[in-house]
């Protein structure tokens, strides 16, 4: 495992690096690049992969300037920090996420093994992972957990650009997520199918939206652990060693 740092057309991202093997491109959550998160890489990259973890919201600092410095299992903890992330969300523009994952996946292929390459992104990570992946024909698997926003009405919406790619793709989405509707989840469906794609869009019950992230309250053991599964099998079909 290794620390590095990605150059792209307004920057620096921040990376982190772990593994050997095929690739896999992380996409965090919007709470940061963190040991929570690095962990998880470090999961993934034990299946057989290589996983590049950036600090996709280095418009906005560093790692650790957006990152929680407090304990996010404090009652209120996890809210309170939510204050400060609309605006650093908001510098994350399609045509931004597309040039980022250029300089992204670039990286990531002079470190993995293979051109072809995975993708897996947690809560508004999951929509830079379907831009991601309908950006690159060679990312040939996709994953979201509890991802927002990824079928809306507007034009730009992630699921619109589906139609050009060309990976498998899992979705495990939180129940009741108001920022994942089940209209959403239904729009994003029909998306898939349209597009002739190998598709599983599921909501996994009682699972809360942030589910994966066991430094937060939001962790629900039952729904992440059934992300790693359905991630690995997944990895297994598409890229396998």
């Known amino acids: 495992m290794t620390r590095l ?53 280095y418009r906005s600092g560093t790692a650790a300037e957006t990152s929680p410095a407090g304990d996010l299992l404090a009652p209120g903890a996890r809210e309170a920090f939510f204050e400060d992330v609309p605006p650093r969300i908001a510098e994350l523009t399609p045509q931004r996420v597309a040039d980022d994952a250029r300089a992204y996946l670039a990286v990531l292929r002079e470190h993995a093994v293979g051109t072809a390459v995975a993708t897996v992104g947690y809560c508004m990570g999951a929509r830079l992972a379907v831009r991601t992946a309908s950006l690159d024909p060679e990312v040939v698997a996709c994953a979201g957990f509890h991802g927002g926003g990824l079928a809306t009405d507007a034009a730009d919406s992630p699921h619109v650009g589906l139609p050009h790619a060309r990976a498998e793709f899992v979705f495990g989405h939180a129940d009741g997520d108001r920022s994942m509707q089940p209209d959403a989840v239904e729009r994003l469906g029909r998306a898939l199918a349209e597009a002739g794609l190998t598709a599983t869009n599921e909501v996994y019950p009682d699972a809360p939206h942030g589910y994966t992230m066991n430094d937060t309250s939001m962790y629900q053991e039952a729904g992440a652990e059934r992300s790693f599964s359905e991630l690995k099998a997944l990895l297994g079909r598409t890229l396998p060693h």
Do not use: C, K
């Not at 991202?13 to 593994?19: I, N, P």
């Open 5 to 57: 740092d990605v150059q792209t057309s307004d920057g620096t991202a921040e990376a982190y690096l772990t593994g050997s093997g095929p690739g896999v491109l992380f996409y965090i959550d919007a709470i940061g690049l963190r040991p929570q998160t690095e962990q998880m890489a470090d999961r993934i990259a034990g299946w057989g992969y290589t996983v590049l973890v950036p600090n996709v919201l």
